[in-house]
């Protein structure tokens, strides 16, 4: 839903704007490199929602938790809902595109408590999902190992695979906007063609498929909880962890250009592409299970792997999961330049610990060089837990949607709230506003309810679910250090005091 600000159905191109001119009415002189189109920022939205990352490292969790069903029919749901609280957040980051991007929407909207949490929450998804997702990586890349030269992937050969994965999207993070913009347009033709070859190949080689009865009927429980309501809607976490990260077009709006109209259409085309492609994959792999009981409990410790395996065959699953893996490290570099661009922009309202380190910008790349550091080490020390736990990988990635989810829905709460005194962009909803606005809320409101919850009974320290104390661990910093940073944390009204102009000069080495 591409809106102009004249009518909610025109079709005349926004006007193009000065985006570096807004940028100093937002408060900020510009420091990063504009050097991304609009091609570039729906890729990084899209590349990192990833549905060759998110459906497949979640599906064996989705094939205990509701089965075929939910996975199907919960992906068409949460897509749509999503699509609300994706339309919504694009009409309030065309009026406010910045770097820092929902923290800063609240602060505006809502005063520096609103942005403070926000700033927090937005961050500890960033950082959660930059975990779950170069960990999912790890693990297929394991599973692949082991598929070939039969590696054996244990938590710490997993973890050492996950932390060179880290490394590497570290480095490639250190060379500027451009080569991110480049990797992110080549990750969409390849998510697309990856997902079209891996779902023709299913439908064409296997001999036998299930039936269209159990891919979009059958439910399956293996949770040990007794409600069939209460685990379809555990279920629903692998659609909703999925669709997460599309404010990277946010993010990278300091670095787009036009980006207050590109980066709007950069959110909503990322959604509802991921959302059409992301059906297609799953009813692709459901349909070629060939036993349900062995692809749970494959040898690999990925159950999308099995299926290749039964399916294709030990040659043709290894073709597949070299597709699957590329798009993840796609996957998880457009997520680390995200998270870097939210740390950039925290540290330059002094919202963190060391925040004049983690603001500094390469003069060379214009890019921020420790803010890219310090996303990928907090990153892997995320993950640690899942040396000890076989379920901490679900709990990194309930983390993430715990974290991120209610961070989307505060700015779009405020803007409501805000009434006529909310100024909107080239790109709104019009008349559509206000009800697709408190859909977004709502729905958001019930997923972090549910993502709290135990995901299997008997809830013990193994099997519980740590994304509740790791968001009350990230409330209680952020309170603790708001009355240490209070006074220095501030949004600049306006760019021109000489004391934010020296600060900001410091920034750039």
């Not at 259409?265 to 059409?276: D, M, N, P, Q, Y």
């Not at 043709?316 to 893996?325: H, N, Q, Y």
């Not at 950039?344 to 060089?369: C, E, H, I, K, M």
């Amino acid at each position: 839903m591409s809106i102009s600000a004249s009518t909610p159905s025109s079709t005349e191109p926004a006007p193009q704007k000065d985006e570096e001119q807004r940028l100093r009415e937002l408060g900020y002189q510009p420091v990063l490199a504009r050097r991304m189109g609009g091609f570039g920022n729906f890729a990084i939205s899209f590349s990192v929602i990833s549905i060759l990352s998110g459906c497949m490292t979640l599906y064996g969790f989705g094939m205990s938790t509701g089965g075929p069903s939910v996975m199907l029919w919960g992906w068409a749901g949460v897509g749509l809902f999503v699509l609300c609280v994706g339309m919504a957040l694009a009409e309030v980051t065309s009026a406010y595109p910045t770097s820092g991007a929902l923290y800063y929407m609240a602060d505006r909207l809502g005063g520096r408590k609103w942005g403070w949490y926000t700033g927090w929450l937005n961050l500890l998804g960033l950082l959660g999902a930059i975990a779950g997702i170069d960990y999912g990586a790890a693990l297929f890349t394991g599973a692949l190992l082991n598929l070939q030269w039969g590696f054996d992937p244990t938590p710490g050969h997993t973890m050492v695979i996950f932390l060179c994965i880290l490394l590497l999207h570290a480095v490639l993070n250190l060379f500027g906007v451009r080569l991110v913009s480049v990797l992110n347009s080549i990750s969409v033709w390849w998510h697309l063609a990856g997902v079209a070859v891996i779902v023709t190949v299913l439908a064409v080689v296997p001999s036998k498929h299930q039936s269209p009865s159990f891919v979009f009927t059958e439910f399956v429980n293996d949770t040990g909880w007794e409600n069939p309501l209460y685990v379809a809607a555990i279920g629903l976490l692998l659609a909703q962890y999925t669709f997460c990260g599309y404010d990277a077009s946010a993010h990278l709006s300091e670095e787009t250009s036009n980006a207050s109209v590109t980066a709007a259409k950069g959110i909503v085309r990322a959604i509802w592409v991921s959302w059409v492609a992301g059906f297609v994959l799953l009813a692709g792999l459901t349909f070629a299970i060939q036993d349900y009981a062995g692809t749970q409990n494959s040898a690999t410790g990925v159950p999308p792997a099995q299926i290749l395996i039964d399916a294709l065959g030990t040659a043709g699953a290894t073709a597949m999961l070299l597709i699957v893996i590329a798009a993840q490290l796609f996957c998880g570099n457009a997520e680390v330049a995200a998270a870097s661009r939210m740390v950039f922009a925290f540290s330059r309202d002094n919202a963190l610990p060391g925040s004049a380190l983690w603001r500094r910008v390469s003069a060379r790349t214009q890019t921020p060089v420790p803010a890219v550091w310090l996303s990928v080490g907090v990153a892997a020390l995320l993950a640690v837990p899942s040396l000890y736990s076989a379920t901490a990988y679900g709990a990194v990635t309930a983390i993430n949607v715990i974290g991120i989810t209610p961070a989307y829905a505060i700015p779009i709460y405020l803007k409501l709230r805000a009434g006529d005194r909310f100024e909107r962009g080239p790109w709104h909803l019009g008349r559509w506003s206000k009800p697709i606005g408190w859909i977004a809320v709502v729905w958001v409101a019930l997923v972090t309810v549910l993502f709290l919850l135990p995901q299997s009974s008997p809830v013990t320290i193994d099997s519980m679910n740590y994304a509740s104390i790791a968001l009350v661990a990230v409330l209680i910093l952020a309170t603790v250090w708001w009355f240490v940073a209070r006074r220095s944390y501030s949004t600049p009204a306006a760019y021109g005091n000489a004391r934010e102009q020296a600060e900001i000069a410091e920034g750039i080495v």
